[in-house]
């Protein structure tokens, strides 16, 4: 089996790739397929054959898999961000609380006669 690249793992900063994801996962279960079927003694041409036949269409398998890893991504970013404006409010009622006059000032819109100069 071909081994993963080292960059592979850190290209995960940029966001998630379900198309690629997919297609490793794809390569992996066949690839171990085959190697099960050689190690039963079939030719390794012929364990392909039998090892893609038994798994069925892959084109398919592979743009549903796709299309479930894109709606989980998506999910999962919402799930973050939802989480991330929770604990904002959470920060903000607690400034708030805490220190309100600081929290009002600095929150407050200044109009823009504070900033002008007076002769």
Known sequence: MKEIPIWRRYSRLLGADPAADVKDELRFHLETKVED?????WSREAARQEAERQ????????QIGERLGKR?????RFSDYRNEFGRDIVYTFRSLRNNPG??????????????QKHR
């Open 55 to 62: 798994f069925g269409n892959i084109q398919t398998v592979q």
């Open 102 to 115: 600081f929290a009002c000032l600095r929150r407050a819109p200044w109009p823009p006669c504070c900033f």
């Open 72 to 76: 989980m991504e998506r999910r999962k």
């Open 37 to 41: 079927l050689v190690r039963r003694g």
